[in-house]
């Protein structure tokens, strides 16, 4: 466009953006929040014992104990983890829990004895595949664990620098990794990227551990999503079970905050830390457990389930996405990927532009993710990134929201363009 064509543009788009500000919009994109329809799915939950409080081992529920969960519990999460049920322990209510608990055993205790806790090493390293998600980043911050941002693609973290860095830095102790519909991305980490991953326990230091995420591995959208490839099966294949620790809950799968949360890892792994989880709880909800049981049943009754959400969550996407190509493809204004399930849409301004677009959102009353959340110490480099989670709001409010983000979008564009 000529420098004119650009000024008429930029003339439109400031109407249009202080006709926004002048319906004093109230508008929120900001975290990955199952909405209260998707919720209101597990209500059932509620009463769904009817007073019958054993287990199939014969566990009154009700009582402390059973500190690694139990067996109906295991079996079941142990498919979605596609890990033997020997191998998995079921928690509390959050996997950023256990997760958090893992790094402070592996940094304060030591994964194989005290002589191997992270803690007795000056320099301790995190790789952290960016974009990424903001609350890994603050355990590693708030740890005092130095993060070094590997950049993602479609595949997922890009492995001949993660293998170059793993392999040169014994100071590097691990991977934050989301396998599959990745927070922010949405992508689905190839098998090849799995196999890698898996083999890193090979050439890094002993303790090297790949913290492997898998929040969404049911949490698709679209039918043909691409499947996730199994690490254990990777890592049983190389011998290295216990420089990989799984995650997973239902957060998003019934109630966000009050689901059953699971890891995995190699039987000797999972032996140390549930020593260390003793100190820490005399045992989990086993009541919330059997209820998730109850409701879920099988991996069939979890797909089932999860389908109703991506009922929910299709049009919100959908609504989102059209947007942006409607608005934005072709312009060179912005990038983003069409993920298949999980919660975000991750989306590239033009270097440099991320915070003022959250600014000019922010002004006319929609609110995004701070622009730099998805990376270490909330600096992207580029300015570039922001995440818009469009699963909370009602489908009229998305659509307001993606409808105010484009002109956002394109007024910083021809701004930049014109300054
Ligand atoms: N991991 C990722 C990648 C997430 O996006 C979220 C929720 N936003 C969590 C973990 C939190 O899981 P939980 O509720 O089990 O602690």
């Keep these: ?84 049920e020997s191998d998995i322990v079921i928690g509390g209510n959050s996997s ?139 890592s049983v294949k190389h011998g290295t079970e216990s420089s990989v620790f799984q995650f997973g809950s239902t957060s998003k799968v019934t109630f966000a905050g009050a689901g059953v949360a699971f890891l995995s890892s190699s039987p000797a792994n999972l032996a140390a830390f549930k020593q260390h989880l003793g100190f820490q709880s005399i045992g989990p909800d086993k009541v919330n457990q059997l209820r998730h049981v109850k409701l879920l049943q099988s991996p069939a009754g979890i797909a089932a389930h999860m389908e109703k959400h991506a009922a929910l969550l299709r049009p919100r996407f959908a609504a989102v996405l059209a947007t942006l190509e409607n608005e934005l493809g072709d312009t060179g204004m912005g990038e983003w990927l069409s993920p298949q399930g999980g919660y975000f849409i991750s989306f590239n301004t033009r270097p440099g532009l991320a915070q003022t677009v959250v600014k000019l959102a922010a002004d006319i009353g929609v609110a995004l993710t701070p622009a730099g959340a998805t990376y270490p110490y909330g600096n992207d480099p580029e300015d570039s990134n922001i995440r818009l989670a469009p699963s909370y709001p009602s489908l009229k409010d998305v659509q307001a929201t993606a409808e105010a983000f484009v002109i956002c979008v394109k007024l910083a564009s021809i701004r930049q363009a014109l300054a």
Excluded at 61 to 84: C, H, I, Q, T, W
Excluded at 118 to 124: A, Q, R, Y
Excluded at 141 to 169: F, T
Aim: aromatic share 8%; proline share 5%; net charge negative.
């Design 1 to 84: 466009m000529s420098a004119d064509q650009l000024r008429a543009q930029l003339d439109t788009l400031e109407a249009q953006y202080r006709a926004l500000a002048e319906r004093q919009l109230s508008l929120d994109l900001t975290r990955g929040k199952p909405g209260t329809e998707q919720v209101s799915l597990s209500d059932a939950l509620d009463g769904i014992l009817e007073g019958d409080y054993r287990a199939s081992n014969g566990t009154d529920v009700r009582n402390y104990g059973g500190l690694d969960g139990l067996p109906e519990a295991k079996a079941l999460f142990s498919k979605v983890m596609g890990v033997p």
């Design 96 to 234: 950023l829990t256990l997760m958090y608990s893992v790094i402070d055993f592996a940094l304060n205790v030591g994964l194989r004895g005290a002589e191997s806790a992270w803690g007795n090493s000056d320099e301790l390293k995190f790789l952290c595949p960016v974009p990424g998600y903001d609350r890994h980043f603050a355990i590693c911050e708030h740890l005092g664990i130095e993060m070094i941002p590997v950049a993602m693609d479609a595949n997922g973290p890009d492995m001949d620098e993660v293998e170059r860095l793993v392999s040169s830095d014994p100071a590097i102790k691990g991977i934050w990794c989301v396998p599959r519909f990745s927070n922010p991305t949405g992508c689905v980490y190839s098998e090849e990227t799995v196999e890698r991953l898996a083999r890193l326990g090979t050439i890094a230091s002993d303790d090297f551990i790949v913290m492997y995420d898998n929040a969404y591995a049911v949490h698709t959208i679209d039918a043909d999503a691409p499947e996730l490839a199994n690490i254990r099966d990777y």
